[in-house]
């Protein structure tokens, strides 16, 4: 599948974390955000609005400044809260809230987590007070409770136990005598729990289980049995029902898209004479957007057709309540779980060379500096010329012969398609240089796997000008269709990026300390800043972990009903109208599109629905949420790819560079590959280790040696464990009492030579 509008341009600028928005002026009268902040938190009761507002002594027109700046204080990620519910600062807890039992320990002691949270950060644990010596609770239990802070932990008194909830979790069975163990698959997950029912389950086999019995006996019963947890397909299946994707499609909706793939295409712009094409990664699994383009007198006239996913997909649909529920597909090395029935995403829908397709066209104009001069939307009917791989299009660019079997581009389709092509993009580039977006150049891991699913590399994906050009014609589409909406006042899901919060600043400057980097926190920050500091660190060793700390930096991308602009593309308005296939936000736009222009073959059911409109704060809400599922899912499979991929080599040292360094030791990643592991402070060596916090460094206290972020070493691989995709390293020279543990076996205490096992550390 190929990855529009950005595809991986701004997926570096366009980043997925908190998402602040901008204050309005103080108001005079009216508290301060560090006063509503300081009364939330000291308040023995739920502090609404009203109590906010009695407290302070706000009445008329200030209560309406109050309800302005509460909601700005939400959207910053000060606090939280539901309508019609208490205020709580963000980070923390509700005073009154419904918590879910996740835990029982040996002791009885019950431990809960918050069902609703929001915050960037881990939910936080907290400790059920019960009134009875031993826990009446269970895992899976779901409880309304008072909440308290005390010290660096939180206590919840149960107030009423609600309906139960299942409590599943993921794990590998293993035999310890004559019982079966459940260990699992999270990093963080240390207890492993008897099993009273295995079913048709196996020593070594990966299963979903849930939770059973009561506290102290808490026992896990085997509900599925996904085979072995070593075999690299098995990955993705861990991340699926770690995440609660969605992978099965309603017969009704199966069925749905059988009968309207067989719809008339009906009226529409005929584009079938024009040589456009769609240029995809190798690998691709669907295509919904292909190009064109052609010089003219003052510039350049291009077309971007994208699939035309609304005229299948209809609002209230089978269809489009499971795309919904999904938000999007989700991509793994193996597979990919659709946002649609294949029959529409990897066909009907799918804009396959030599077949006629519906298609939504963007017709674009741009002058000689690739300033975007107009812009026309039609349902249209397109036969693409060829489906071509980026790296055969920039070959036949480059006039590079790739070779029998490369899939190599006929010389006519180079003339006729590709030369114009990249002969608009050099004037699009020079309009993308104008403007300056965040250019973070963090290369993405690409896993190969062989026809049975075995790994044969894991590798950074090469960055090619055919990368860039669609990108840059992607990203046009996607402007001219917020701006084509906002033109006729239509309802709009916009794609926000704000800018850096204040606190992510400071917190940035005092990382580049570390660097002897300064930064000027009084500028106004644009993108053009953070360039211009990446160019300031050149080729030094850190350049990689300062781009990473700047994509740190940046807020969360989300989808919303309200324009609040994209920091990283720099662009005042922008939308995602590229990718239908895949993104519920392009449906959206597609819809809005249809009815505001009035687009044939339109009809009620392909227009965006009133009901939608309507909601479209909320709709934007779901689908950032389960955009950020599907990022970590994805994000996790990769760590387990390369951890199966590294378990052939635990042993051997392999060059790493550090990531990041606390307490109590510092983490490090293999060059070109990726995957943190942690290198503990205990296997440093016999001296102590003074950590400065505020430098992110380790010095030892006798030799001097510093670990610091940015630093490449050599480390030995100690640990890799492809279940959990955790790592774990050790210096050259440290050894151990035996042989380095290997796939699936327990870890073991790794010390260098002649060093004390109780060595300690100091922190300042």
Known sequence: MARSPERSASARSDTSRAAPRRGRKPVPGLPTREQILDFITRSDTPAGKREIARAFGLSGADKIALKALLKDMADEGLIDSAPGRAFHKMGGVPKVTVLRVV??????????????????????????????????????????????????????????????????????????GERLWLRGVEKRERRELPVSDAGNAEPGDLVLAEKTGRPPRITARVVERLGDPFQPRSFSLV?????????????????????????DLGEREDLRHLPIVAIDPADARDHDDAVWAEETESGWRAIVAIADV?????????LDREARRRGNSVYFPDRVVPMLPESLSADIC?????????????????????????????RAVVRIAANIAYEDAQAAIDGVERGEGAGPVPPALVDQALRPLWGCWAALAKARDAREPLDLDLPERRVVLDETGRILSVAPRDRLDAHRLIEDFMIAANVAAARALEDRKAPVMYRVHEPPSREKLVALKEYLKSFELEFALGQVVRPATFNRLIARVGDADHRPQVMEQILRTQTQAYYAPVNAGHFGLSLASYAHFTSPIRRYADLIVHRALVGAHGLTPATDQT?????????????????????????????????????????????????????????????ATV????????????????????????????????????YAP???????????????????????????????????????????????????????
């Open 671 to 706: 060059e070109g590959l990726g995957g943190d592991g942690l290198v503990p402070v205990s296997t440093l060596g016999a001296e102590y280790f003074h950590h400065d916090e505020g430098r992110q460094t380790l010095t030892g206290e006798h030799s001097g040696t510093v």
């Open 103 to 176: 835990d029982v320990d040996e002791d009885g002691q019950a431990w809960a987590v918050p069902e609703r949270w929001e915050a960037a950060t881990p939910p936080p644990r907290l400790r059920l007070r019960e009134r009875r010596r031993q826990s009446a609770v269970a895992p899976g239990d779901r409880v309304l409770a008072r909440t308290e802070e005390a010290g660096r932990g939180w206590i919840a008194h149960p107030m009423k136990t609600l309906a139960r909830g299942s409590e599943q979790l993921l794990g590998v069975l293993h035999r310890e």
């Open 710 to 764: 940015g630093q490449r070493l050599q480390l030995r691989l100690a640990e890799a464990n492809p279940v959990s995709g955790a790592l774990r390293f050790a210096l050259p020279d440290a050894v151990d009492d035996g042989p380095f543990p290997v796939r699936g076996g327990r870890p073991r205490v790794i010390h260098r030579r002649g060093r004390p096992k109780n060595i300690r550390h100091k922190s300042r």
């Open 607 to 667: 227009r965006l629905s009133a009901a939608d409109a309507e909601a479209m704060e909320r709709i934007g809400e779901t689908i950032s949420q389960l955009e950020r599922r599907a990022m970590e899912a994805e994000r996790e499979t990769i760590d387990r790819y390369v951890a199966a991929y590294l378990a052939d080599h635990v042993g051997e040292l392999v060059a790493a560079r550090i990531t990041g360094v606390q307490s109590f030791g510092f983490f």
């Open 310 to 318: 609304s005229f299948y997909v209809r609002p209230g649909s089978a």
């Open 350 to 378: 799918s804009l396959k060379a030599g077949a006629d397709r519906a298609a939504l066209a963007c017709h674009l104009t741009f002058d000689r500096a690739g300033r975007m001069t107009g812009w026309r939307f039609a």
């Open 239 to 263: 991340a699926i029902h770690r995440h609660g994707i969605p992978d099965r499609f309603a017969d009704e909706a199966l069925a749905e898209a059988e009968r309207v793939a067989r719809m």
